[in-house]
């Protein structure tokens, strides 16, 4: 399995501010995603990262508030922009090397705090 | 009512128990199931997955799936003190394309 890192690690923010989320991996993966994990909540799929083209953001989710670049195979940012207290939460990346969506292997997470 | 339902606990048990660990889905198309461990302050590690029903296992790990009862378990055999964390059971369809669909988690805890 392919070795994701995350930075930052946590962070906390002020509202109205954006914060830039970095996923790396060790080698070429096929699909990356994007998933945010809220206290006591299911882990939540923000949107699929496209090598080259607009991510693909899942219901309830906006390019506006999360947007998403990915320009190679190995590389992703999300960011949260104008955030609010309501964004607080752990957001993951995501990773699958072959072809199936369901076997996918997660970064170690980014703690935002927004106060 | 959600997708896909898990009791979050926590469970607490002795070391060297069997656990049970289940979840219950709404949406019979579902046909891949994963299960993943979640360590403390750490991203969702995948364990075992299958497709449709049937059991498959892998060392002290055994996942189940019923179909019919909409009903998965993962099943942990002698269990270890280095077993506690949070389980989190997954599904998807073809349909849903790349969204995996998480249950909330259930909170292991085996103490030695």
């Known amino acids: 399995s392919a070795v994701i890192s995350q930075k930052p690690s946590r962070d906390i923010c002020q509202r109205g501010t954006s914060l830039t989320i970095q996923c790396q991996v060790d080698s070429q993966v096929t699909m990356m995603f994007w998933y945010r994990q809220q206290p006591g909540q299911s882990l939540t799929l923000i949107a699929t990262a496209n090598q080259g083209s607009e991510a693909t953001y899942e219901s309830g989710f906006v390019i506006d508030k999360f947007p998403i670049s990915r320009p190679n195979l190995t590389f992703s940012t999300l960011t949260v922009s104008n955030m609010s207290p309501e964004d607080s939460s752990i957001y993951l990346c995501s990773v699958t090397t072959g072809t199936s969506a369901y076997e996918q292997y997660f970064g170690p997470g980014t703690r935002l705090t927004v106060t | 009512q959600k997708e896909v339902e898990q009791d979050p606990g926590p469970l607490s048990v002795p070391e060297g128990a069997i656990v049970s660990l289940n979840c219950t889905y709404s949406n019979s198309a579902f046909q891949y199931f994963m299960w993943y461990r979640q360590y403390s302050r750490k991203g969702p590690e995948l364990l075992m997955y299958t497709y449709s029903s049937g059991n498959k296992e892998d060392g002290r790990f055994t996942a189940q799936v019923d179909k019919s009862s909409k009903y998965i378990s993962l099943f942990i055999r002698d269990s270890q003190p280095s077993d506690s964390a949070t389980y989190l059971c997954?599904?998807?369809?073809?349909?849903?394309?790349?969204?995996?669909?998480f249950g909330a988690g259930t909170i292991l805890r085996v103490k030695s």
């Open positions: 997954a599904m998807n369809v073809r349909e849903y394309g790349n969204k995996l669909v």
